[in-house]
């Protein structure tokens, strides 16, 4: 099979654990990932990520100031999910963060 590259995902990041990407019965690979805080106060913002089967692994906790971006794959970095592989997020404050992912998926 090919790989159609497009955006995956797109929304804000919630105050509770939450799927913000997982690929439905396919392999995904990530080609970016952002996350912008819209808000004036810093938000705390957790990433986390499970592979099917396995338990949840988090990655370091970042805080973003008002109009800060964090940029999750850079220089080149992939991020591959498999089927039923989920990207989870939590921030500070609901509708404060916002985020796109963009990649290709089989």
Same mark, same amino acid.
């Given at each position: 099979? =090919?790989?159609?590259?497009?955006?995956? $995902?797109?929304? %804000?990041?919630?105050?509770?654990?939450? +799927?913000?990407? /997982?690929? @439905?019965?396919?392999?995904?690979?990530?080609?970016? =990932?952002?996350?912008?805080?819209?808000? $004036?106060?810093? %938000?705390?913002?957790?990433?986390?990520? +499970?592979?099917? /089967?396995? @338990?949840?692994?988090?990655?370091?906790?970042?805080?973003?100031?008002?109009?800060?971006?964090?940029?999750?794959?850079?220089?080149?970095?992939?991020?591959?999910?498999?089927?039923?592989?989920?990207?989870?997020?939590?921030?500070?404050?609901?509708?404060?963060?916002?985020?796109?992912?963009?990649?290709?998926?089989?």
């Amino acid at each position: 099979m =090919a790989f159609t590259g497009k955006s995956l $995902a797109d929304g %804000q990041v919630a105050t509770a654990w939450a +799927t913000i990407y /997982g690929p @439905a019965g396919v392999k995904a690979i990530l080609r970016s =990932a952002d996350f912008f805080n819209t808000n $004036a106060v810093t %938000q705390t913002l957790e990433l986390r990520i +499970t592979r099917s /089967g396995s @338990a949840a692994r988090k990655l370091p906790r970042v805080t973003l100031a008002q109009n800060e971006t964090l940029r999750l794959l850079t220089d080149g970095e992939v991020l591959v999910l498999s089927t039923l592989d989920v990207l989870q997020a939590q921030t500070t404050t609901a509708t404060a963060v916002d985020y796109t992912i963009t990649g290709a998926d089989e």
